[in-house]
């Protein structure tokens, strides 16, 4: 496998090192030093703490009810600190958990803030064209009959006469559709039915075939599964693709750089 | 020197961040509300399909009860992709739903999981230590704990940890944010939306008043606001909250009552909240903060009672077991209660309060959803997952008891494999979906998706079937939900009824109606209006003979060789009386059908229960929204 030149780079080295040394220290609880007894509220935090009240009521809290939510800042300042010194933080698997998502995070951050070049995503989209073809687009004309035998003898005079119009039997199924998309007819007339549709031969009276309302004669007048639409159309789809999947690259190749540095035995 | 190690690495990596600009992970049609990403239809062409109330691991009683889906999941299975539930099982559905609304409780938004994961010495309040320790003992004392936490949530007696909303705060922020940017990923303007919302669960001694709240706005708005929180607030602060948020951000929302059936006859209550007589403020803002409801989902069916309606046979669907008292059963149902629980006599209530001050309080539509608590929003009966976790296929869920904790009352087969919103909407997107709902163009079904539609006016022809009647009940009448001021005649309503193409054969479609009479007394009748074999089956006695039953119960088969594809009719109400305020709306019914029970004894090679097996088979059902006949004004 070839290794992407980025793990190459000092600066990923310096930096998963010190993402290590963070890990570490936020694991053994002591980046925060347990002698500092000091809190300092600043205005800015004093108007975080505001802001964060504004979010839900959509008003400023008063004088009083600020207090209350300083106080209530405070007392959990104090008790985290508390907490870390006493290393409540270890092996605490909530802590452990948001711990590994930091680093997860961290790993593919790059790849989520990233602006990927057209030439980039234009060839993602090349690679992948499935993930982008649209639905199938379905037109075809339909009669439908209750039963079989009076579906057998419209088809009779169908093929002798030609004239389809009023052929069929009342229902509220649309007699014709253009360009439709293969979910919307499947939602419409069910999933037999299209499979049916889709195996026809284009421009001829087929029938009958069956569905979940009974019987139709179908003729499908032209499918089409489109081409995948230029990048220009579709590129925030294609972004969100491309960024979906390089981010989970990332997280998985930071990963193995730092997993190869691990023994690990399993007692049998 | 450690510091200035880890402070140079935290420089470093700050300094990285800001070099690129900070984007989220969806494009810009996703996070919107969806305005001018699609193009509309001319009118709505066909019902979208959806869930407005799944939870996921983020409810504080879903996770205890055993889910570990998240939100992502349920947008995977909603959109039709294949998942595993929690207990191990590959779920699909069988066709995808068209859009979701996860509506996790938004009482300590994912403090369940933080409590769960929480270490031991960490907590100190004894009650939490005790459902703690039950929560890992075994999957069974954790629902358990839950069923506690239900009803400690219900009487007030919450520990002070969990209800504090400042300090849960800043947990909610981060869920809430990353939760609205996982909608956002998910969301496809066209093909299926990702709606954001949450549940209000509001819940006085255990009287259910709950609402899920629904936005019809993207992300760049919904960030603006967190979820509101029901524990010790009332209903109208629920409206407060929904009235800042639009006027706040420009955007919308609304909130849908559900299990009025468990709310111990407060959900519609005549009275104010306080007890005392219904201002016309308060009414006007609870018809427009509350345009549709929730009918009919897995903790039973809210339409009608037969104490109430004792002269329709087809009451008493999805009663059972619900009509004993409230959600946590700590309070006994009085009859009295019922008037205040179901939607028929809500309707009713509402032109009768309307009459007295001039608002009605209860104009809404109705809708179905599931209130699955597994992150997967299942209503077909051959496929369901049950209410939570514990209830996931396995073979004897149908018999047991399932009281949410307590010993009293409840049994799994109670809980319908139901149901879903069909809404007609011109186009798939938030905007759309959220307007449809907000004029009450949508309908409740039981999980079947069958095509129902409804038009009122006064001119429609009795062959109005014969053109092109959908365009022609768009001009010349109003959708359901809508409202006709009254000309003196009697009102006309075009109706047609298309079945499931996957499912069962129509029996029936009836018009219910509800009006005021002269001395000023609520009433009510069903009317049969069209149903399969119109020639054979003849109206005895007031009654029309029941259409039949080909389920198979050893096999859990039935045969589409009953009932009918479509039931149409133009139908005129032919008990109108000039002056009359009045509302109508149509009940489909299906026919009969094998319910989740008798396939899961056919799976699991089970025997069901005499009442279980009693109970097995049922007929899934549409109800519409009502179209209003409002009499003239005086004078006007």
Not at chain 2, 142 to 162: C, N, V
Not at chain 2, 169 to 188: M, R, S
Not at chain 2, 286 to 299: D, G, M, N, S
Request: a negative charge; hydrophobic letters at 40%.
């Amino acid at each position: 496998m070839k290794i992407p030149g980025w793990t190459r780079e000092p600066l990923v080295h310096f930096l998963i090192g010190g993402l290590l040394l963070f890990a570490f220290f936020a694991w053994r609880g002591e980046d925060v030093d347990p002698a500092s007894r000091s809190i300092d509220i600043s205005r800015e935090q004093q108007a975080r703490i505001a802001l964060q009240f504004e979010q839900t009521m959509q008003r400023s809290p008063t004088d009083g009810e600020l207090d209350v939510l300083v106080d209530q800042y405070i007392r959990e300042e104090v008790l985290y600190r508390e907490a870390l010194r006493l290393g409540l933080n270890n092996d605490d698997a909530v802590v452990r958990k948001r711990m590994a998502q930091k680093m997860d995070y961290l790993a593919a951050s790059r790849a989520e803030t990233q602006q990927p070049s057209d030439t980039t995503l234009q060839a993602w989209l090349e690679k992948h064209p499935v993930r982008f073809a649209p639905d199938s687009q379905l037109s075809f004309d339909q009669l439908w009959f209750a039963e079989r035998p009076a579906a057998d003898a419209a088809k009779a005079r169908l093929d002798a006469e030609g004239r389809w119009q009023d052929l069929g039997e009342r229902i509220s199924l649309p007699p014709s559709l253009d360009d439709a998309s293969s979910s919307d007819v499947t939602a419409r007339f069910g999933s037999e039915f299209v499979t049916n549709l889709e195996g026809a031969a284009k421009d001829e009276w087929e029938g009958p075939v069956r569905s979940g309302f009974g019987f139709h004669l179908i003729r499908l007048r032209d499918a089409t599964s489109g081409p995948v639409p230029p990048l220009a159309e579709i590129r925030g789809q294609v972004e969100n693709n491309w960024r979906a999947a390089t981010m989970a690259k990332r997280r998985d190749e930071a990963f193995r750089i730092l997993r190869d540095s691990y023994d690990v035995t399993l007692e049998k | 020197m450690r510091n200035s190690v880890l402070g140079a690495a935290a420089l470093a990596m700050m300094s990285m961040l800001a070099g690129c600009d900070m984007i989220g992970g969806a494009s810009e049609e996703a996070s919107g509300d969806g305005t001018d990403t699609v193009a509309l239809a001319e009118f709505p062409e066909r019902p979208l399909w959806g869930d407005t109330h799944l939870h996921t691991d983020n409810s504080i009683d879903a996770f205890g009860f055993g889910v570990r889906l998240g939100p992502d999941d349920a947008l995977r299975f909603a959109s039709g992709e294949e998942v595993t539930s929690t207990t191990g099982v590959t779920a699909k559905l069988d066709r995808p739903l068209d859009f979701l609304v996860i509506a996790d409780h938004s009482d300590a938004l994912g403090s369940t999981r933080r409590l769960y994961d929480a270490p031991r010495v960490m907590i100190q309040d004894e009650t939490l230590l005790r459902w703690y320790d039950m929560m890992h003992e075994s999957p069974e004392q954790s629902q358990l704990a839950i069923a506690e936490l239900i009803t400690a949530a219900a009487d007030g007696s919450l520990p002070k940890s969990l209800t504090d909303p400042e300090r849960q705060k800043e947990a909610t922020t981060t869920i809430w944010n990353d939760h609205l940017d996982t909608l956002d990923d998910f969301n496809q303007p066209g093909k299926f939306t990702a709606i954001a919302g949450f549940e209000y669960t509001l819940m006085p001694g255990g009287d259910n008043l709950h609402r899920v709240v629904m936005f019809r706005d993207g992300s760049d708005r919904t960030k603006k606001v967190l979820p509101y929180p029901a524990l010790s607030t009332e209903v109208t602060g629920l409206w407060d909250y929904m009235d800042a948020y639009e006027k706040a951000t420009g955007g919308k929302a609304l909130a849908i009552p559900h299990n009025s059936n468990i709310s111990n006859g407060l959900m519609f209550e005549l009275t104010g909240p306080d007890g005392g007589p219904m201002t016309a403020e308060y009414a006007r803002r609870r018809a427009r903060h509350e345009p549709v409801v929730e009918v009919t989902q897995i903790k039973g069916d809210s339409e009608a009672h037969p104490f109430l309606s004792p002269n329709d046979e087809f009451a008493g669907f999805g009663d059972a077991g619900w009509e004993l008292g409230n959600l946590d059963m700590s309070g006994a149902k009085k009859s009295e209660m019922f008037a205040g629980e179901y939607i028929r006599e809500a309707l009713k209530r509402g032109l009768s309060i309307e009459q007295q001050i001039g608002v009605n309080p209860y104009h809404f539509g109705m809708i179905g959803s599931t209130d699955s608590h597994t992150a997967l929003a299942t209503a077909d009966e051959d496929n369901f997952f049950g209410k939570h976790t514990g209830n996931e296929p396995r073979a004897e869920r149908g018999n047991e008891a399932q009281n949410l904790g307590t010993r009293v009352g409840r049994f799994g087969w109670n809980y319908l494999a139901s149901g879903y919103a069909a809404v007609w909407a011109r186009a798939n997107t938030r905007a759309e979906i959220f307007d449809a709902m907000a004029r009450r163009e949508v309908y409740a079904t039981t999980g079947s998706r069958m095509t129902l539609r409804l038009f009122a006016g006064f001119d429609f022809a009795d062959n109005a079937f014969d053109g092109d009647w959908v365009r022609d009940g768009y001009a010349n009448g109003v959708p359901m939900g809508g409202s006709l001021v009254g000309e003196g005649k009697a009102p006309r309503f075009v109706v047609s009824a298309l079945k499931d193409p996957e499912g069962a054969n129509l029996d029936r479609v009836q018009i219910v109606k509800g009006w005021v009479d002269a001395s000023g007394n609520t009433q009510e009748r069903v009317y049969d209006i069209a149903w399969s074999d119109m020639e054979g089956r003849k109206t005895a006695g007031g009654k029309l003979p029941a259409v039949g039953d080909t389920v198979d119960r050893a096999k859990a088969t039935y045969e589409n060789s009953i009932g009918a594809a479509e039931l149409n009719t133009v139908w005129t109400d032919p008990d109108y009386l000039p002056g009359q305020n009045a509302f109508y709306y149509v009940r489909v019914l299906e026919i009969p059908t094998p319910r989740w029970t008798l396939f899961d004894a056919v799976r699991f090679g089970t025997k069901l229960n005499a009442e279980s097996a009693a109970n097995s088979v049922s007929q899934e059902r549409a109800y519409s929204s009502p179209v209003w006949l409002n009499a003239a004004k005086k004078g006007a």
